[in-house]
Nanobody, 128 residues
Framework: QVQLTESGGGSVQAGGSLRLSCVFS????????MGWFRQVAGKEREGVAT????????TYADSVKGRFTISRSAVKNTLYLQMNSLKPDDTAMYYC?????????????????????WGKGALVTISS
């Protein structure tokens, strides 16, 4: 089972930027759907962004479009989330997740339900 480790969380003021990183412990062969999700205590988990390793297709939640960018380094076995123009509403625990999928990022995976590998999370706090 691959282990995912997030880093890069922290506290910044509104309008600032952060970059989250997620290192995969081992390289897994095959097409994968990888993504970032976030959760605020007492609320449902929200899908933030996904990336299909097969065709490079990305998806974003409407709330982060134009501000966040998901990317990866295959050489470094790392997934990134660049977050710009941060808002207080972006405050949450951010989780990296992945699943091997020969169909890429299906709606089920984009929702997070089908992801089978999860990191422990990185806390992001945005002050106004």
């Amino acid at each position: 089972q691959v282990q995912l480790t997030e880093s890069g969380g922290g506290s910044v003021q509104a309008g600032g930027s952060l970059r989250l990183s997620c290192v995969f412990s081992v390289y897994t062969y095959g097409r994968k759907c990888m993504g970032w999700f976030r959760q605020v205590a007492g609320k449902e988990r929200e899908g933030v962004a996904t990336l299909d390793s097969g065709d490079g297709l990305t998806t974003y939640a409407d709330s982060v479009k134009g501000r966040f960018t998901i990317s990866r380094s295959a050489v470094k076995n790392t997934l990134y989330l660049q977050m710009n123009s941060l808002k207080p509403d972006d405050t949450a625990m951010y989780y990296c997740a992945a699943a091997v999928s020969d169909r890429g990022c299906t709606p089920w995976l984009i929702s997070g339900s089908g992801m089978d590998s999860w990191g422990k999370g990185a806390l992001v706090t945005i002050s106004s």
